[in-house]
């Protein structure tokens, strides 16, 4: 029993991107070529209360130099952000009222007149890379969607490092087929693949990504093509939204079960690893652990120092709440510590019908965040910005974890994929 629930409590963790990155060995990730015509484009962005962001954002994205035929689309649900997107060039649509994101997206993708939808956030700096690399890969007819990346600007490193692990692990399962794991932020489909999204849907773009697997088509995942936000301030807000996501996921999946049945898709199991197991059987299974492990402490070493983890782990996160700086494996275990938690914060969401499809959210303070001013130039992505940068993936803090990162994909398992972030040859 106990080495059952030790195999659940980390497979999502460990075992699943282990068995992911035996699996891709020896099948490096795809780069396309430039198409001979470069499909048009239509980003669409939705956005409530976000009317200090939305003009920077378009400009952003004006700037671009897309080769091919470029429209924005603006879904602005108030009426201040819908006044400031405006200007020639620009559609914008507005209801006077919040109708959540589903409908948006419903919205914006009706009103795209060209091949390929791109959605992304208002408050998210797309790289001007991003829609060159995402559009390369529909050459392919078999590609239905492409997934970018999600950077975060966290000079902390505590939020940054779940989304490094998180582009890995989406790198290795596009290597081997297709990924699941896809984000708001950077999104680009095929408009004639779109089905309309449910308007109670609290995911969108992991329901949007089934839709276009259960039609046959790829969703390949693209670092090139990668986005930058602000990390959340607090852990309350990270909270709020983590656990949110959790029971959204968990509505999905519960809603698409039969998604979950062995052979349904080819992302089946890549559902259970990546989505449902992570986000619910591995927390359960891991509180359940602690349960045995303390009658056991009395005569087991082993339990003891399994609680003994587990408190170094509630320790740690609790010093980093109150504002500490604990050395980076201390942060690592705050990390894994607080994602178990929000996965049981997540279920308790779930079981009592909290999916909100629009939540209370504040007018964003300030303006469209200074600290990205990224180019492309001569194929290298590089990004300029101030002291406290996203550079800071590959300063001194994280070469230990890079080097260890390199011994073990690559000595260990042969598995030759690159660091997540690193930009690739002809990107």
């Not at 997107?85 to 209801?95: E, F, K, N, Q, Y």
């Not at 259970?272 to 359940?288: E, K, T």
Request: aromatic share 8%; net charge positive.
């Amino acid at each position: 029993m106990i080495l059952s629930l030790g195999a659940i409590a980390v497979y999502g963790h460990a075992l699943y991107p282990l068995y992911v990155a035996l699996k891709s060995r020896g099948h490096p990730a795809e780069e396309p070529e430039d198409p001979d015509a470069w499909p048009s484009m239509s980003v669409v962005i939705s956005a409530y209360r976000e009317a200090t962001v939305i003009k920077d954002k378009i400009d952003e994205l004006s700037a671009t130099g897309y080769p091919g035929p470029l429209e924005i689309i603006v879904v602005a649900d108030d009426p201040a952000t819908a006044q400031a997107a405006r200007r020639p060039g620009v559609t914008v649509l507005s209801a006077g009222m919040r109708l959540g994101k589903c409908e948006a997206v419903n919205r914006g993708v009706a009103t795209a007149n060209h091949d390929i939808v791109v959605l992304s956030d208002a408050n998210a700096h797309l790289a001007p890379g991003s829609l060159r690399a995402a559009a390369r890969h529909f050459r392919n007819p078999a590609v239905g969607a492409v997934a970018g990346e999600k950077r975060v600007d966290d000079p902390a490193g505590v939020q940054g490092f779940y989304w490094r692990f998180e582009s890995w692990l989406k790198q290795c399962e596009s290597a081997i087929g297709q990924t699941i794991g896809v984000v708001g932020e950077m999104l680009a489909f095929r408009r004639n693949a779109f089905r309309a999204l449910p308007p109670d849907v609290a995911v969108d773009d992991a329901w949007l990504a089934l839709d276009i697997t259960e039609a046959g088509l790829r969703v390949v995942y693209e670092p090139s093509a990668y986005s930058v936000e602000t990390a959340s301030p607090t852990y309350s807000e990270e909270w709020e939204r983590r656990t949110r996501v959790v029971a959204g996921n968990l509505d999905m999946l519960w809603r698409r079960r039969e998604a979950l049945l062995p052979g349904a898709l080819p992302v089946t199991p890549q559902l259970w690893g990546h989505r449902l197991v992570r986000s619910s059987f591995g927390p359960i299974a891991h509180v359940m652990l602690i349960g045995v492990s303390v009658p056991a402490a009395r005569r087991s070493w082993a339990a003891r120092l399994f609680l003994a983890g587990n408190i170094a782990g509630a320790g740690s996160l609790a010093t980093m709440i109150h504002g500490g700086d604990p050395p980076a494996p201390v942060r690592l275990a705050a990390q894994v510590f607080f994602l178990q938690a929000v996965a049981l914060g997540g279920i308790r969401r779930f079981l009592r019908g909290e999916r909100p499809v629009a939540w209370p959210k504040p007018d964003r303070a300030g303006s469209f965040p200074s600290h990205p001013a990224i180019a492309v130039e001569q194929g290298a992505v590089r990004e300029q910005r101030g002291p406290r940068s996203r550079s800071m993936i590959d300063s001194r803090r994280y070469a230990p974890v890079r080097r260890h990162y390199d011994r073990f994909s690559r000595s260990a398992l042969g598995v030759r994929l690159s660091w997540p972030g690193t930009p690739r040859k002809g990107s």
